[in-house]
């Protein structure tokens, strides 16, 4: 694994943890999912899914794959309190990006009518979107 500290554990402690999961994939074939906890069951789902629409699944692979990313999940967040956000803030970055896209200096109404929202939030967009490429350009986030 990359440069991350997995839960205080050690790659031989990860390796052999690993090694345990796919024994138990390999003994019980998918009925190994069931044992684990719904929400990392969630995450599986999740994560299959996204696996076959990038065209990447390759039958039993892609599963292997999907487990495999719960399992590093699991892995590094496990035990852990964390808050996944919701997809509002992730939609509302796209959009800041559209509106950047399309701002030619002077459409403020067009672009207000486009996104159906005022043209104080087109600015305040706009506004959100410089800050952003400034803080990429300075080498932040």
């Given amino acids: 694994m990359a440069n991350i ?28 999912l069931k044992l684990w ?14 696996i076959e629409k990038s065209g990447l699944d390759q039958g ?15 892995l590094y967040m496990g035990g852990k309190s964390f808050y996944l956000p919701a997809s509002s803030g992730l939609k509302q970055a796209i959009q800041d990006l559209r509106i950047a896209k399309d701002f030619t ?13 005022s043209e104080m939030t087109i600015r305040t967009s706009l506004k959100r979107q410089k800050a952003l490429m400034t803080e990429v350009r300075k080498g932040g986030r």
């Fill in 5 to 32: 500290e997995v839960a205080g554990l050690s790659k031989e402690e990860i390796e052999e943890h690993e090694e345990g999961l796919k024994l138990l994939a390999e003994a019980y074939q998918n009925v190994h």
């Fill in 37 to 50: 906890p719904s929400r990392i069951q969630e995450f599986y789902e999740v994560a299959l899914n996204e």
């Fill in 60 to 74: 039993e692979k892609g599963k292997a794959l999907a487990a495999s990313i719960c399992t590093a999940i699991s």
């Fill in 105 to 117: 200096g002077f459409n403020y109404p067009e672009l207000a009518k486009k996104y159906r929202v």
